[in-house]
C-alpha cells in the first residue's frame, strides 16, 4: 500500500543550522508530495508541494525536490532559525485517490539560539 | 486564523459516552477531511466529504460517523468512547483537485 517514512526526531539544530528532513514514499504511479508545518498547538500549515517528478517546492527558504527514482522528497533550509521549531510532516496523495493524504509520522525540529 | 473553524477546542468527556465534533470549512471549500492525530497512530485519515457527499472513508471506526450539512459545515460524531479515542481530531477543508488543505486548529479530546 501507499506510505511515507520519515526521519525520527528529535532533530536539535543551533541557529543558522543546515537542515535535511529525509522523506521517502511508497505509491503506485504519480502521487503528489507536501510538506506540512505544525506549530505547537496549532493545526497543519501546507509549507510547499510537488506534483511531479523533478518538481521543486519551495517556500520561506525551505525546499524539497520529487525525485521519482529514489522516491524521496528531503526537506532542505540552508539557514534555520529559532522561529523553524515545529512539527514537519511528509505526506502524499496519491493518483485516483480523491484528496486522501497519508502521512509520515512527523519529524520535530528544536533550534536552539 | 486558517479559515476552518473547529469546536470545541477541547473536550473531556467519560468512557462510554458520545461527542459530536463540528467543523466550519473555509468559505468557497467544498471537501472537508477528518483526521486522528494520537501518539501511537500518528495522523490517521477517517473521512472525506465532499459538497454533501460521503467521497472517501479510511481508517474511522464504526463507532464513529460523519456528515456534512448543505451549508457546508461537517460533523463528527464519535460514540462508546474509549480511553484509546483520545486524540487531536483534525478538520481539513480544499476547494478540490490537486490542491493542498487548509487545516483548523483541532479538537483535542481526552476520554477518562
Known amino acids: 500500500g501507499n506510505s511515507v517514512t520519515q526521519m525520527e526526531g528529535p532533530v536539535t539544530l543551533s541557529e543558522e543550522a543546515f537542515l535535511t528532513i529525509n522523506c521517502t514514499y511508497t505509491?503506485?504511479?504519480?502521487?503528489?508530495l507536501f510538506w506540512y508545518v505544525q506549530y505547537p498547538g496549532e493545526g497543519l500549515q501546507l509549507l510547499l508541494k510537488?506534483?511531479?517528478?523533478?518538481d521543486k517546492g519551495s517556500n520561506k527558504g525551505f525546499e524539497a525536490t520529487y525525485r521519482k527514482e529514489t522516491t524521496s522528497f528531503h526537506l532542505e533550509k540552508g539557514s534555520v532559525q529559532v522561529s523553524d521549531s515545529a512539527v514537519y510532516f511528509c505526506?502524499?496523495?496519491?493518483?485516483?485517490?480523491?484528496?486522501?493524504?497519508?502521512f509520515g509520522q512527523g519529524t520535530e525540529l528544536s533550534v536552539k539560539p | 486564523d486558517s479559515g476552518v473553524t473547529q469546536t470545541p477546542k477541547h473536550l473531556i468527556t467519560a468512557t462510554g459516552q458520545r461527542v459530536t465534533l463540528r467543523c466550519s470549512p473555509r468559505?468557497?471549500?467544498?471537501?472537508v477531511y477528518w483526521y486522528q492525530q494520537s501518539l501511537d497512530q500518528g495522523l490517521q485519515f477517517l473521512i472525506q466529504?465532499?459538497?454533501?457527499?460521503?467521497?472517501a472513508k479510511g481508517n474511522i471506526l464504526e463507532r464513529f460517523s460523519a456528515q456534512q450539512f448543505p451549508d457546508l459545515h461537517s460533523e463528527l460524531n464519535l460514540s462508546s468512547l474509549e480511553l484509546g479515542d483520545s486524540a487531536l481530531y483534525f478538520c481539513?477543508?480544499?476547494?478540490?483537485?490537486?490542491?493542498?488543505?487548509?487545516f483548523g486548529s483541532g479538537t483535542r479530546l481526552t476520554v477518562v
Open positions: 468559505s468557497g471549500d467544498l471537501s
Open positions: 505509491a503506485t504511479g504519480y502521487p503528489s
Open positions: 481539513a477543508s480544499s476547494v478540490g483537485g490537486e490542491r493542498g488543505y487548509t
Open positions: 466529504y465532499y459538497n454533501g457527499e460521503e467521497r
Open positions: 505526506a502524499l496523495r496519491a493518483q485516483g485517490q480523491g484528496g486522501k493524504l497519508i
Open positions: 510537488a506534483t511531479k517528478a523533478d
